[in-house]
Nanobody
Framework: QVQLVESGGGLVQAGGSLRLSCVAS????????MAWFRQAPGKEREFVGG????????NYADSVKGRFTISRDNAKNTVYLQMNSLKPEDTAVYYC???????????????????WGQGTQVTVSS
């Protein structure tokens, strides 16, 4: 059974940093795109960023470019989201997602991902 488990969320002041982790189990994703999405209260879930299987390619939403960095450690089957210069509008539940098959594209739509974590809450106070 495939599981994605996020951790690292919490409460932080504006301008602060957090690092989220997502550990996958049940299969390896070293050839698969993984991504982070987020959902703020009353809003639809949105793409934050994604990373290719090798880690050599990343893609980010405009709202987080220059502030967030995605990385992965395939030996640990883990993907990370380093969030710096956090803003109150970054407050959301953050979800890790993984594609089941190989793709050279980092998709920004939910339909591009087959496995999802349960989410971790990030709250940024002003």
């Amino acid at each position: 059974q495939v599981q994605l488990v996020e951790s690292g969320g919490g409460l932080v002041q504006a301008g602060g940093s957090l690092r989220l982790s997502c550990v996958a189990s049940g299969r390896t994703f070293s050839s698969n795109v993984m991504a982070w999405f987020r959902q703020a209260p009353g809003k639809e879930r949105e793409f934050v960023g994604g990373i290719s299987g090798s880690g050599g390619s990343t893609n980010y939403a405009d709202s987080v470019k220059g502030r967030f960095t995605i990385s992965r450690d395939n030996a640990k089957n883990t993907v990370y989201l380093q969030m710096n210069s956090l803003k109150p509008e970054d407050t959301a539940v953050y979800y890790c997602a993984a594609a089941a098959g190989y793709s050279a594209l980092i998709r920004s739509r939910e339909e591009g991902y087959d496995y999802w974590g349960q989410g971790t809450q990030v709250t940024v106070s002003s």
